[in-house]
T-cell receptor, first 112, second 113 residues
Framework: KAGVTQTPRYLIKTRGQQVTLSCSPI?????VSWYQQTPGQGLQFLFE???????NKGNFPGRFSGRQFSNSRSEMNVSTLELGDSALYLC???????????FGNGTRLTVT | DQQVKQNSPSLSVQEGRISILNCDYT??????FLWYKKYPAEGPTFLIS?????DKNEDGRFTVFLNKSAKHLSLHIVPSQPGDSAVYFC????????????FGEGTQLTVNP
């Protein structure tokens, strides 16, 4: 079974630009979550989608948004990029609520 | 407000010995706990989990212990192997959290040959 696939692996953007990251969950997984990892803040929850609906949202500004498609694939978008948005963005997929999340290898975003 | 804390940023052990990684939490609504291992440039890999109705769960060399009264959990790795060297994250979620996990800061485990 293929794992969680995130594209692209690396991105370099300039302040003020916007970016879209993509995630394909494990086949059969309907829940997709996004996390941001930075050296200072650790792993922080961004949002979760289940059956195309946002089920949970973390404490991030509105510049961070996401969506989920009918095939469970998900995208997250960051608008008006800031230097502090430089991070590893991780996508995770899961089945039922009390089952482990499985993570992709992330997209490393660098904002210059 | 750090609801999940891993107080040891690093731990070094000899190959073959036991590694014990610790995690404390403050939110009494957490009822499901997980440990993940992470190598550089990769996503976290699920290791083992435990529900709050249990106090111990084993999977091969990995055992997780949960002490609900102390709001403390620990991961034991026996015997430790050099390939276990990685950052270990403790994570927790509550019944109404969906798939939202709250992570600790991580502990860098180094297993020396």
């Amino acid at each position: 079974k293929a794992g969680v696939t995130q594209t692209p692996r690396y991105l370099i953007k300039t302040r003020g630009q916007q970016v879209t990251l993509s995630c394909s969950p494990i086949s059969g997984h309907r829940s997709v979550s996004w996390y941001q990892q930075t050296p200072g803040q650790g792993l922080q929850f961004l949002f979760e989608y289940f059956s195309e609906t946002q089920r949970n949202k973390g404490n991030f500004p509105g510049r961070f948004s996401g969506r989920q498609f009918s095939n469970s694939r998900s995208e997250m978008n960051v608008s008006t990029l800031e230097l502090g948005d430089s991070a590893l963005y991780l996508c995770a997929s899961g089945t039922a609520d009390n089952s482990p999340l499985h993570f992709g290898n992330g997209t490393r975003l660098t904002v210059t | 407000d750090q609801q999940v804390k891993q107080n040891s940023p690093s731990l070094s052990v000899q190959e073959g010995r036991i590694s014990i990684l610790n995690c404390d939490y403050t939110n009494s609504m957490f009822d499901y706990f997980l440990w993940y291992k992470k190598y550089p440039a990769e996503g976290p890999t699920f290791l083992i989990s435990i529900s709050s109705i249990k106090d111990k769960n084993e999977d091969g060399r990995f055992t997780v212990f949960l002490n609900k009264s102390a709001k403390h959990l620990s991961l034991h790795i026996v015997p430790s192997q050099p390939g276990d060297s990685a950052v270990y994250f403790c994570a927790a979620k509550g019944e109404t959290s969906g798939s939202r996990l709250t992570f600790g800061e991580g502990t860098q485990l180094t297993v020396n040959p």
